[in-house]
């Protein structure tokens, strides 16, 4: 199982990043997929996520701004960031809790991170 992360990038305060996560490989089962950032110096927070049951959890700062969405046939999840701020700046990554088999237990995958860099 792979998780592929792609859409960071440079923007200048007030625009927008698409970012996208990806899983591939044997996946029975995908519950719940997220983003999370982490900043040089600060630990690994959660930026947003679907839970197990389909809902959205989104941290304060982001809400109004920042929205997760995701693509159930394609295993994949989207997190579309608008007004970005700079300290939006981080390291994103993306993970999800995935059952290979009906059986198994689900296992938390990461995906390599993106850079986001809110600056102008």
């Known amino acids: 199982v792979q998780l592929q992360a792609s859409g960071g990038g440079l923007v200048q305060p007030g625009g927008s990043l698409r970012l996208s996560c990806a899983a591939s490989g044997s996946i029975f089962s995908i519950n719940g997929m997220g983003w999370y950032r982490q900043a040089p110096g600060n630990q690994r927070e959660l930026v947003a996520e679907?839970?197990?049951?389909?809902?959205?959890n989104y941290v304060d700062s982001v809400k109004g701004r920042f929205t997760i969405s995701r693509d159930s046939a394609k295993n994949t999840v989207y997190l579309q960031m608008n007004s970005l701020k700079p300290e939006d700046t981080a390291v994103y990554s993306c993970?999800?809790?995935?059952?290979?088999?009906?059986?198994?237990?689900?296992?938390?995958?990461w995906g390599k991170g993106t850079q986001v860099t809110v600056s102008s």
């Open positions: 679907f839970t197990s049951d389909g809902s959205t």
């Open positions: 993970n999800a809790k995935i059952k290979v088999t009906p059986t198994s237990r689900g296992l938390t995958y």
